[in-house]
């Protein structure tokens, strides 16, 4: 998985990478692990030593620009946190007085 990585990010060549919500969703410990893959895969292809073999069909060592985190905006309870994109999860209401 991680030489797929290495692959594609010098393949590529992203200027900038977001990396999934870093925690409080049903998901947390797939996200952290894949947040942590993704991390070492973004380091791993600025290397030139690692998988030399790649260098040799002619791609170079890549690095973002940048690499953003989302982090989550909504309350996170004992609960988790409300998903937006699926609609799943439980949303606390405010009201206004």
């Not at 290495?6 to 969703?25: D, F």
């Not at 953003?68 to 937006?84: H, L, R």
């Amino acid at each position: 998985m991680l030489y797929d990585a290495v692959l594609a990010v010098r393949r590529e060549r992203p200027q900038l990478m977001s990396l999934p919500l870093s925690a409080g969703s049903a998901t947390a410990t797939a996200t952290t692990s894949l947040r942590r893959d993704r991390t070492r895969g973004l380091q791993a292809a600025a290397d030139p030593t690692v998988f030399p073999d790649q260098l040799k069909d002619g791609l170079q060592p890549w690095q973002p620009l940048a690499v953003y985190s989302m982090v989550p905006f909504a309350p996170i309870t004992e609960k988790g946190i409300f998903d937006y994109a699926t609609g799943n999860g439980r949303r606390r209401a405010s009201r206004i007085t």
